[in-house]
Nanobody
Framework: QVQLVESGGGVVQAGDSLRLSCAAS????????MGWFRQAPGKEREFVAA????????YYADSVRGRFTLSRDNAKNTVYLQMDTLKPEDTAVYYC?????????????????WGQGTQVTVAS
């Protein structure tokens, strides 16, 4: 069982940066693939970024590639999403997700564990 708790959301201006954190419980965190997803009002949950258990592979959605950076610190059981050059269209609730897998998935239904989400609002 893994519990995930996101933090770091807030209200910022376009062009600003935010860093989201996702703290995980469980001694086997280092074996989990981790992902970030987001959901804007009236829209489906969409993939943002994901990384393998050892950070050897990291994928990004086209909409955030070059602006967002996903990293993980297995010693701290934490995964981060550094978001730079934020745009109003990045406004959403951001969720982290975990799955015991050696694969990296972009589909939300592949992830077994989810956090409660943190709101990110980017004002124009």
């Amino acid at each position: 069982q893994v519990q995930l708790v996101e933090s770091g959301g807030g209200v910022v201006q376009a062009g600003d940066s935010l860093r989201l954190s996702c703290a995980a419980s469980g001694r086997t965190f280092r074996y989990y693939a981790m992902g970030w997803f987001r959901q804007a009002p009236g829209k489906e949950r969409e993939f943002v970024a994901a990384t393998s258990w050892n950070s050897g592979r990291t994928y990004y959605a086209d909409s955030v590639r070059g602006r967002f950076t996903l990293s993980r610190d297995n010693a701290k059981n934490t995964v981060y999403l550094q978001m730079d050059t934020l745009k109003p269209e990045d406004t959403a609730v951001y969720y982290c997700a975990a799955d015991v897998s050696s694969f990296i998935y972009t589909e939300a239904n592949k992830y077994e564990y989810w956090g409660q989400g943190t709101q990110v609002t980017v004002a124009s």
